[in-house]
């Protein structure tokens, strides 16, 4: 379902990603643990299509296609989605707005119908208790005015919404708290299935006693240093990443 | 928003807007003054319009006047000097010298306000808005003329009102804007051709929507339209104007005067969607629209509301202003000014606080993008008399692209300790990051572009009735077409 061979990613000139290589089928799982500026974020990015990356070397094959060389909402409508690390505020732009948009927007490329708003309105509600959201939230501009883990919880909402085939999730746990992660991880647990992967970045293994992965990898320097089951994540959180890679071939 | 450059290919595409649809000629012969301005041209405007001696003295004093006033020169906006002999002052086309029914309307205007979005026709078939259509120098009908009548209401033309309501007309024409105020005006009373006239009778709360609907279409020619609007005590109107023109590698003027009257707990609300012809993607051509707007709250508890959706002409210089006399009385400023391309808008109101209580509120946005250029200019003054005055301003300027600029400048004018003035101001930028999110949830980066300038518009376009607000996004995203993708 995805492939990445060998990425080598530019920020600013700089290398950041240099030769990572990662394969996910799909239904699976997969974490990815690393330090921080290791370059998760970076990957993430690189997936969507956020322009300011270059990519020097490699490729990444998702559902049959190269994904590269798509324009960001292609690839969103081939069913990839970012869960944000920091999302973005968007004034006077509703969520209830935004969302129907966004829905429509990738119905319309896939050549399906819109959905009619008495369905959409059905389909965002039945989501919005699920993840025990205030309704009230839909009405204010995107994020605009929430609180940091209010925030996480609406990309959450957002990816129940467009159920992706791949859900890429950039430190959604930081800044919710105790309940509202078991909530979230609820709704997360809830769009697993056959068809959905998930990558999900984080640096806290409590996380993934709630979303169980399959596999975990360790990102570090560039590039994924070790592969293994959910007990590597304990493993990392026991001993921190030293032993994982060389610190000073990092600088 | 973060303040992250917008990506270069984004800024590499914001070009053209040659989607401006209304910009298309109608092929019908017009009556023309000779071109230049003159005496002698004034007569033959007043002569056509068979007017009586005052209103003909009336134009001649303006006229005489205006000879010795200098151009504004303190809008930051910048072009050629004008050159008024090189313009025609009158232009009708042969068949509409004056207002007819539908049914006798030649059949080309019905087709050009049809192409244009205005079936008049069917509007007055189901029922709809009211509407004056000014064609150059000449309103060419007006719809629902009976409805109205009925409910006491006058709707016609200024020139209509000028044979028909002669004191009205002495008595409130100039009464707020005076052919003194400034240069622009000043040409509007000595040219003036067509307008509006709209009377509420006291207690009468207007049955449907009014609308005056501009159009520019012969070339080298300058409209100077002229609006008035009395609403006596307790009455209430809602009122809307839109105004477009062919494209022309010409600069045409439009200098137009409006004037508000409101009685003891009236309420007049004024909405514009002003679509002028914004020029070329080289900043070629485009209607200079200068434009004076003033409304009187002259009795206790008045209300004026003005909304205005500024996307087209080149040079826009409109500042819609309320004077706040009666006690309690209320003005309402809420402006969204959208430029591309090589566009200038110096837009803003002024606020004059006279009675007590008085209560003002400004919400002004203004986005650029290109290298146009846009200035919000406010006045806010509070007479030694206003006790208890408070006005609340906000400035909100979004940019688009790093070649554009917003410009804030607010004056206060405060000789009252008792008033309560806030202000806001805000310049933002729509950032790559905003643009990516959008296009990562799957929606195309023009759609994006369009909905997070739309959502920064809100506060504004909501105050427009239903039909334009719809209008006004639509109109807000064709402005933006070509800014990316
Ligand atoms: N647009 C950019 N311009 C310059 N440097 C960048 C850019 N994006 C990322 N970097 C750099 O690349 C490195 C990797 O950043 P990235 O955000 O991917 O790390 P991360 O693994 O997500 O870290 P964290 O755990 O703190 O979220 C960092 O050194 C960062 O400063
Ligand atoms: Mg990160």
Known sequence: ?251 | MSNAAIAPETLETIKALDKYEAGFVTDIESDFAPKGLSEDIIRFISAKKNEPDWMLESRLTAYRHWLTLPEPEWANVSFPPVDYQDAYYYAAPKTAAAPKSLDELDPKLLETYKKLGIPLREQEMLNGIAVDAVFDSVSVVTTFREKLHSAGVIFCSISEAVQKYPDMIKKYMGSVVPYTDNKHACLNAAVFTDGTFVYIPEGVRCPMELSTYFRINEAKTGQFERTLIVAEKKSYVSYLEGCTAPKRDENQMHAAVVELIAMDDAEIKYSTVQNWYPGDENGKGGIYNFVTKRGICKGARSRISWTQVETGSAITWKYPSCVLLGDDSVGEFYSVALTNNYQQADTGTKMIHIGKNTRSRIIAKGISAGKSNSTYRGLVRIAQKAENARNYTQCDSLLIGDLCGAHTVPYIENKNPTATLEHEATTSKISDKTLFYCRQRGIPEEEALTLIVNGFCKEVLQHLPMEFAVEAQKLVAISLEGSVG
Do not use: C
């Not at chain 1, 970012?82 to 927007?105: D, H, R």
């Not at chain 1, 965002?124 to 605009?144: A, H, S």
């Not at chain 1, 959450?156 to 746990?173: F, G, R, S, W, Y």
């Open chain 1, 1 to 251: 379902m995805l492939k990445i061979k060998n990425l080598h990613v530019n920020a600013a000139g700089r290398p950041v990603l240099k030769g990572l290589s990662l394969e996910m089928k799909a239904g699976e799982v997969h974490a990815i643990m690393g330090p921080n500026g290791s370059g998760k974020s970076t990957l993430s990015y690189v997936l969507a299509g956020r322009d300011g990356y270059e990519v020097t070397d490699g490729t990444v094959e998702f559902m049959g296609q190269d994904l590269l060389s798509m324009e960001p909402e292609d690839r969103a409508a081939l069913g990839l989605f970012l869960a944000f690390q920091y999302p973005v505020e968007i004034p006077g732009v509703s969520t209830t707005t935004f969302l129907k948009t966004a829905l429509n927007a990738i119905r319309k490329k896939r050549g399906e119908k819109e959905l009619e708003p008495a369905a959409f309105l059905k389909l965002q509600k039945q989501k919005i208790q699920q993840l025990g959201m205030d309704p009230e939230m839909m009405k204010r501009g995107v994020n605009v005015g929430f609180s940091g883990g209010e925030k996480k919880r609406n990309e959450v909402l957002q990816m129940a919404m467009l159920a992706p085939k791949l859900a890429i999730m950039d430190e959604t746990d930081s800044g919710l708290d105790i309940d509202a992660l078991k909530v979230v991880s609820e709704g997360v647990n809830a769009l697993r299935g056959p068809e959905t992967s998930f990558l999900v970045i984080t640096h806290y293994q409590r996380l993934l006693d709630y979303i169980k992965p399959d596999i975990v990898h360790v990102l570090a320097n560039g590039k994924i240093q070790k592969t293994g089951g959910p007990e590597l994540a304990l493993l990392l959180e026991e001993k921190g990443y030293a032993d994982f890679y060389d610190a000073t071939e990092a600088a």
